[in-house]
């Protein structure tokens, strides 16, 4: 019922914002208004009062639909600004206006009845959604100026046209000091200031917009990312848990527990990369205060890439589970270049060492190569130039040099010292996953394999117990009679989609290394019912 209650009030909040837009363009602009502006009013303050009207109903339209998703700001924005614009029917009574004064008031006391509902904490505004904004609100001037001229034009030297009209108001919200429209009477003049006033007021809004995005936005500090280092290394099993460290994650840092989720928020959904980061013990209840941020906020949750090292805990805090793919992992004691199944690797690798190509580990901890860098820089501009600019981001690092922190480096370099590829490898509980590979156009076959293969030795060496190559998406979805009608959908994006996304080549290019296990990953979400 409730819900229903503010379905109707959104609905009806959308229709009085159109109401007092409309009702601020000068349809009376013969006899009535004349005599309002000459007689009972002054021009200045009927230009207020149009103003204040079709101002209210533009901000109440743009806030519908962030109150549709229980924002708690916007609901104290919309109650605010309907109080207001019933005042205002008040102080201008007319019979006609008491049925839309009314439903003015039952949607006033809906709002107010569902108010604990409204609980959604507000998004920090991105430079586009300002922009979206700004364009929205100046499209919806420049229609109400373009309008009010039109109905308005024995009032101005020269009007008479819709085009003129249109063509004058643009000039006025786009050149506010040199306007070249002409009030011909005391009419046209106040109506002038009435846009102007508007005008003025889109200026002022795109300013504040533009602004808030630098102002407002939260800064990660250094302590946060100490924090989260320090739980990574401690709770993090996930491989993908290291890049809880990338900019462009947020946190959620448990209050009754020790643990860490790093997420975005894309439209609704509250986006996790990996699992939870927190012990075994205090999983079920870090679960539960994630649950209640997103309740409270009116989000979606989704994990992505996560293990199934906590999938007792999510299905009993009533999380759903879909197959994303495996990722492709080597048990290193067990890591060799023997045998028939590394084969291909092998001779690649052979082909290489043949041309003098050469694999060191550059530590940027210890002491920095800007020589180094600056082709680490290149190989990485050349790479993202063939893939038409684009990278991925969130599931996947950068180079991370500016901050290298425990990442390990390995590079190819021909006789020459020329760089001819590198890997970055991210740590996680017992082994690393190679998160960055990336070759020179045109460096000889086998680069990658060389550098994959010889820091997989030197992990071995070095005792530790897993190696990485990541996920291959959509892999073996549908094997068995347990298969979801979602992941036989996966599995049939992966076996005829190809042109979109590599699915097969991206898993034939990590399978010749002959891995020695291939774990699931999952999609992990709440509520508990997989969707688009």
């Known amino acids: 019922m ?11 909040l959308a229709l009085i914002a159109c109401k007092n837009m409309f009702v601020a363009l000068p349809f009376r602009a013969a006899r009535r208004v004349e005599s309002a502006y000459t ?17 209210i109903g ?3 339209l743009l806030l519908v639909y962030r109150l549709h998703k229980r924002v708690r700001p916007a609901w104290v924005a919309e109650v605010c600004l309907l109080s207001a614009t019933i005042a205002l029917q008040i102080v201008r009574y007319r019979r006609l206006t008491v049925p839309i004064v009314l439903v003015e008031v039952a949607v006033l006391v809906i709002l107010l009845y569902t108010q604990d509902d409204f609980t959604r904490k507000a998004d920090r505004i991105t430079v586009r959604q300002a922009l979206a904004f700004i364009a929205a609100s100046a499209f919806l001037v420049v229609v109400n100026s373009t309008v009010g001229l039109y109905l308005m034009r024995r009032h101005f030297v020269g009007g008479g046209t819709v085009v003129a009209a249109l063509q004058d108001s643009l000039s006025m919200l786009f050149l506010w000091t040199n306007s070249p429209v002409v009030a011909s009477s005391v009419v046209g003049e106040g109506y002038i200031v009435t846009l102007r006033i508007l005008n003025w007021g889109c200026v002022l809004v795109a300013i504040a917009l533009l602004l808030k995005p630098v102002v407002l936005n939260p800064v990660v500090t250094n302590a946060d990312r100490v924090k989260v280092r320090r739980l990574v290394a401690k709770y993090g099993q996930n491989p993908l848990s290291y890049l809880a460290l990338e900019a462009d994650k947020k946190y959620f840092f448990g209050r009754e527990c020790e643990g860490v989720v790093a997420y975005t928020v ?19 209840r870090f679960l539960r205060e994630i649950a209640d941020f997103a309740d409270g906020n009116a989000y979606h949750i989704l994990l992505v890439n996560a293990t199934d090292h906590f999938a007792p805990a999510y299905a009993a805090a009533g999380f759903g589970t879909v197959k994303m793919g495996e990722d492709c992992c080597f048990r290193l004691a067990d890591f060799s270049l023997k045998g028939a199944k590394i084969q291909k690797v092998r001779a690649a690798i052979n082909r290489a060492t043949g041309l003098g190509v050469v694999v060191e580990e550059y530590r940027p901890a210890g002491a920095r190569d800007e020589a180094v860098e600056r082709q680490i820089a290149e190989i990485s501009k050349e790479w993202l130039g063939g893939k038409g600019g684009y990278e991925l981001h969130f599931t996947v690092g950068g180079t991370g040099l500016k901050t290298p922190l425990d990442r390990r480096y390995f590079y190819a370099r021909e006789p020459g010292g020329r760089l001819l590829g590198f890997v970055v490898f991210l740590p996680y509980q017992g082994g690393y996953m190679a998160d960055v590979t990336r070759r020179r156009p045109g460096a000889p076959q086998g680069v990658l ?9 030197r992990f071995k060496d070095e005792g530790v117990t897993w ?5 291959s998406p959509l892999y073996n979805m549908s094997a068995g009679d347990k298969a979801t009608f979602t992941e036989k959908l996966f599995a049939y994006v992966y076996e005829n989609m190809n042109t979109v996304y590599g699915f097969k080549q991206l898993h034939h290019a990590k399978r010749k290394f002959a891995p020695t296990d291939w774990v699931p990953r999952y999609l992990v979400f709440r509520p508990g019912r997989f969707s688009p």
């Open 2 to 12: 409730r819900k229903v209650l503010r379905l109707v009030a959104v609905v009806l």
């Open 39 to 55: 007689t009972t009013f002054d021009p200045l303050s009927g230009a207020v009062r149009r103003a204040v009207s079709f101002t």
């Open 266 to 284: 894309v439209g609704d959904v509250f986006v996790v990369c990996g699992d939870v980061i927190c012990a075994d013990a205090d999983v079920e």
């Open 467 to 471: 190696g990485n190559l990541g996920l």
């Open 449 to 457: 394999e060389k550098i994959t293969v010889e820091a997989f030795l």
């Open 58 to 60: 533009v901000v109440i």
